[in-house]
């Protein structure tokens, strides 16, 4: 049977190292790191995501402001808000809380925001650092699942590593990550021929596709770690995996449940990057 990894466990670490390093931030410039979020509209699963982040972030001490916009918020208002917070000194981290209402582009809200507030990682400046190997703000979730992998001490260099989902948001990251650990990264998408044999390869298995149980337990090689980053409803509509937990926890060396795996991972890891944005911008003003 696998080792389950536990992410609410390890996301308590990152969120406990978090508090120690806010402490030090603000015995060092007299302020907490600032992370500020928006939410457009009134969208409910939207409202509690931000809720969460923003009573994550009082509880390691740092500071900030949820900015709550009527539905009917036009692009340019928005935009001007992410300009006020890009030019203000005591904001660390701009957060847009996605989707926004259909009158707004994703892309614009995105390429606003200064690639050094951008705790999400999502600007093409911040993709392209870590593709590049420049220090810069990665996105949480591939964060999240890089540091479960860690805490598992799961080898990394040399492993042959399959990434399912070529999303922006998690899929490309995620790969971008495992090879700058010196693993040997495959990334396959819906296009992908025969994925039960690409997946039978790896010894690191990376599951981002949003389809209940799309990697069966014969897909998965012995002994393999396996990262299951699929939020689904199952038809009971309760929360599952991309990955057959039962099936593939028979087989994997290590693997991630759903809930309590890869998800308490993301807002740990959003903290993280609000604090390394506040000390990065330190040491480049
Ligand atoms: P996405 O943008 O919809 O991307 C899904 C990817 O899966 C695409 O690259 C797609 O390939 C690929 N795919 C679809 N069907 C496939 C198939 N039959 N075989 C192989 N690949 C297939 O989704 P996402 O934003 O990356 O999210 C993926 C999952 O992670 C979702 O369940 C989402 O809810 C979850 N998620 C969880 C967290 C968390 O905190 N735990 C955070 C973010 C996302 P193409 O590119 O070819 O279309």
């Known amino acids: 049977m696998a080792q389950i ?19 030090a931030f603000r015995a060092a410039h007299g302020r907490a790191p600032g ?17 969460n982040k923003e009573k994550a972030a009082e509880e390691v001490g740092m ?14 208002e928005l935009l001007k808000l992410v300009h006020e ?4 000194d005591a904001v660390d981290g701009i957060l847009v809380q996605f989707p926004v209402p259909a009158q707004i582009s994703q892309t614009r809200v995105i390429e606003t925001i200064s690639p ?14 870590l593709w590049a190997g420049v220090d810069g703000l990665v996105s ?18 040399g492993a042959n590593a399959v990434v399912v989902g070529r ?19 495959t990334i396959a998408h819906s296009k992908t021929r025969d994925l039960a044999s690409v997946c039978r390869q790896a010894d690191v298995l990376v599951a ?23 939020m689904n409803r199952n038809a009971q509509g309760k929360l599952c995996g991309d990955v057959d937990f039962e099936a593939a926890e028979k087989v994997a060396g290590f693997i991630t449940k759903v809930p309590g795996g890869v998800g308490p991972m993301t807002i740990a890891c959003l903290l993280e990057n609000t604090l390394k944005a506040a000390k990065l911008r330190k040491l480049r003003a």
């Open 35 to 51: 992370l500020h979020v928006v939410l457009v509209g009134d969208d409910q699963a939207s409202a509690v995501y931000v809720r």
């Open 208 to 230: 981002a596709v949003g389809r209940e149980a799309i990697i069966k337990g014969d897909f998965v090689k012995p002994g393999a770690a396996v990262i299951d980053v699929g």
């Open 5 to 23: 990894i536990d992410g609410k466990a390890v996301a308590q670490k990152v969120r406990d190292e978090v508090r120690t390093g806010v402490e």
């Open 63 to 76: 500071a900030g402001k949820v900015y709550r916009l009527p539905a009917s918020t036009t692009e340019p």
């Open 116 to 129: 050094a507030k951008d705790v999400d990682g999502l600007h093409p400046i911040s993709a392209g650092s």
């Open 167 to 185: 999303s922006n948001l998690v899929g490309k990251p995620v790969a971008a990550l495992l090879l700058a650990e010196n693993a040997t990264v």
């Open 85 to 88: 917070l890009n030019q203000d």
């Open 140 to 157: 949480c979730t591939p964060s999240g699942c890089l540091r479960l992998l860690k805490e598992a001490g799961v080898q990394l260099a």
